[in-house]
């Protein structure tokens, strides 16, 4: 069977991966070279604790606040496309707490198995990608924060994963060299993290070792379809002269481009209510205060993670049409959360050089997260096209689900039952 693969993100190489090893034959097609996708700037996270959907209703509650201020952690630029207004109105209608109730088993079953996955991968001796098992810490300094965050610990508990509730002095204790001033935090054991750019870098060599065509800078642009059936598609291949196209047959479809996605299931016919989410980060290379887990600032909602060599610190949502501007006001508001949280972070020599305002506009990294409407991902065959398999919309948390979806892909490609459960993950939920 000739599986195509549309997307070379974390997804799209996972699902290859995957299908591969059932013995398809697999081409990925990428409309760019694989050096800088979304997954490259990303914190690394392989977070089970990550079960709350975006689509929640803490969201909901503060975004009036936060729609009015560029700055905040989750901001949508005014718009009138009607694709920003349909999504926005879905998503307002998912962020209830019976949405949050039903998505929290199976998104925690995701997320499990794809870090069992990605330690498999690791174990094996297929990746070197720094891979840890540290956990995370979700750090609060409101009594709001504490109490959301201490409600969400209760109910991760529920789900079977292992927490710890840490007060003033165990933060300062955790976290000495950070001169942390939190009110409190929640570590949550169950987490892990690797260097995504190691993953990025390696994994494509791995699938071509494999036997798998990997097409850079090859951008799928149509679909040929005979009766609910893609017998191939059309792409613009790399160096083509005059927007010259070439076609591949296909048995099956796999559709993981990520944010771009939404245009391409238009091509084929589908619907896909998702949205751009632009997140930003900054690298620090050889930090000389040490962090010791990675953390997540829960009433800013910026991320840190430390590695061998380096620090990387991030976040923000910033919902609207595609462009190339960075923003630096909302890069400058993370740096502000990691002075109000960890001054002596923010006292590094490599964050210091960072208030520098050429500096952080030369050195932010921005990629685009694939929104879904009800903060849950896609996976599953469209409603038009019998050989089609969505996978995309994973939000702000590819790497952690990427894995397991890969997995899931295989699964229904050929005909298996699935690891887990996927029908809240059903692409149909909104056609």
Known sequence: MRVIVIGGGIIGLSAAYYLQEEG??????????????????????????????LAS?????QGIWWLLHAESPFYIRPSLDWRLMDWGVKFMRAATPAHAERSARPL???????????KRWVESGLLDIEYTEHGC??????????KNEVETARRAEDLGLKVTVLDRAQAKALEPDAQIEVRGGVLYHDDAHLYPNALMEQLPRVLEHRGVRVLRNSEAVGFERSNQTIVAVRYRPSGASN???????????V????????????????????????????????PQRKLNYPCIFKEAKVALTPWRQRLRIGSTMEIGHMDNRVRLRRVQGILRAVQQYMPGI??????????????????AWFGY??????????IGFGRHNRNLIIATGHCMIGVSMAAGTGRLVAELATGKPTAIPVADFDPKRYS
């Open 255 to 286: 559709l993981a481009a990520g944010s771009w996605s939404p245009q391409l299931a238009r091509l084929s016919g589908e619907y896909l209510p998702m949205m751009p989410g632009k997140g930003y980060s900054v690298t620090v290379d050889n």
């Open 346 to 363: 923010a006292a590094d020599p490599g964050v210091q050089a960072l208030q520098d305002a050429q500096t952080l506009r030369q050195r």
């Open 24 to 53: 398809c034959e697999v081409v990925v097609l990428e409309k760019g070279d694989l050096t800088d996708n979304c997954s490259f700037g990303n914190m690394g996270y392989l977070s089970p604790s990550h079960f709350v959907p």
């Open 369 to 378: 997260r694939p929104l879904s409407a009800d903060g849950l991902p896609y």
């Open 57 to 61: 209703p803490g969201v909901v509650a």
């Open 243 to 253: 927007g010259a196209e070439e076609r591949l047959s296909a048995d099956l479809v």
């Open 108 to 118: 925690t079953d995701l997320l499990l198995l794809s870090k069992a996955e990605t």
């Open 137 to 146: 810490v979700m750090w609060y300094n409101t009594p709001k924060g504490e």
